[in-house]
């Protein structure tokens, strides 16, 4: 199984939108609705933020969407915080019980 | 609240094995709705799935590293732990534990442990 491809960064003013994108195959993104977006702060474990490709946790803002459309996941962040800013993650289901991971994406909040 | 804490030695020697445990506290290990998985992450680079076990003991691991992971589970001891033998440098990562859900959602992190590949 491959890591699923994600931009290597990101960045936004604040108040603005970014998307970040999370391209995968039919036998991993597109082939399931188990693609998650995990947030990670420097130092810090990773914290869930989306799952199932457009629930969110709660606690996590209705700022943060998730979408996918055939083998690609997208994550927006609207309304770009300072916080933000950090290393996004996403992970989905590629079958017989294997998870994959995207190989990260740096937000900036410029 | 679930809260779950990995523990085991910071620094191993290269072609030995590394062996964690992450004890999970606030709720149980036996629950029919979740994994529990292992998940590491080499200095400056991204996040990698090991692999997962159930609370029956039922295991799977990431193909890549599957000749030389065992995940094994005590739920006496609401412990699950991992063993990576024939380490290399490239086995140096901060290593997690995460409960994972029905829908392979990781919900619930502990806060990582890092381990040292070098001689």
């Known amino acids: 199984q491959s890591a699923l491809t994600q931009p290597p960064s990101a960045s936004g003013s604040p108040g603005q939108s970014v998307t970040i994108s999370c391209t995968g195959t039919h036998t991993d993104v597109g082939g399931y609705i188990y693609v998650s977006w995990y947030q990670q702060h420097p130092g810090k474990a990773p914290k869930l933020m989306i799952y199932e490709v457009t629930k969110r946790p709660s606690g996590v803002p209705d700022r943060f969407f998730g979408s996918k459309s055939g083998n690609t996941a997208s994550l927006t962040v609207s309304g770009l915080q300072a916080e933000d800013e950090a290393d996004y993650y996403c992970?989905?289901?590629?079958?017989?019980?294997?998870?994959?991971f995207g190989g990260g994406t740096k937000l900036t909040v410029l | 609240q679930l809260q779950l804490q990995e523990s085991g030695p910071g620094l191993v020697k290269p072609s030995e094995t590394l062996s964690l445990t992450c004890t999970v506290s606030g709720g149980s290990i036996s629950s029919s709705t979740y994994y529990w998985d292992w998940i590491r992450q080499p200095p400056g680079k991204g996040l990698e799935w090991i692999g997962s076990i159930y609370y029956s003991g039922t295991t799977q691991y990431n193909p890549s590293l599957k000749s030389r992971v065992t995940i094994s589970v005590d739920t006496s001891k609401h412990q699950f732990s991992l063993k990576l033998s024939s380490v290399t440098a490239a086995d140096t990562a901060v290593y997690y534990c995460a409960r994972v859900s029905y829908s392979y959602y990781m919900d619930v992190w502990g806060t990582g442990t890092t381990v040292t590949v070098s001689s």
């Open positions: 992970t989905s289901y590629a079958g017989s019980n294997n998870l994959v």
